[in-house]
């Protein structure tokens, strides 16, 4: 979204976001610092040549994959820590959030753990394989 990109230009790079990430923490690649500096390191590379061409900019690269990688957006536990710890009120959420949906809205591409879940949502419209009309039966002896 613009606002996300321009959180991107907003950052300070103070690496507070990263310091507060418990999945950073745990020696987990994400860096919600990185993720920022990233989105506007590319945002710079595709506008610049956008301005030197006057037409739509296509270098094979992409955000997903060529500077941010999958198991940095997996990584993510969405605890929010970025967000609070930002002295600038700017989310590097966001961006990762977006990120994962185009990955498996546009890719196709979510962990092998991910697919019975997605086959239980669009066929019970609950994470769990119980039948929508099976789902309280637990309850009947209480």
Do not use: H
């Amino acid at each position: 979204s613009w606002k996300s990109l321009m959180d991107a230009y907003s950052c300070t790079e103070c690496g507070r976001c990263t310091a507060a990430c418990p999945a950073n923490q745990t020696g987990k690649q994400l860096s919600p610092r990185k993720i920022m500096m990233d989105t506007r390191d590319r945002l710079e590379e595709v506008g610049r040549n956008i301005d030197t061409k006057g037409t739509d900019y296509d270098d094979g690269k992409s955000l997903l994959g060529d500077y941010i990688t999958a198991e940095e957006l997996r990584a993510c536990t969405t605890c929010n820590a970025c967000v609070e710890e930002c002295p600038v009120n700017i989310s590097p959420l966001n961006i990762i959030l977006e990120l994962r949906r185009y990955q498996v809205m546009e890719q196709c591409d979510a962990p092998e753990a991910w697919t019975q879940m997605f086959n239980n949502l669009e066929n019970n419209q609950a994470p769990w394989q119980f039948n929508p009309e099976d789902r309280l039966k637990w309850a009947e002896e209480l």
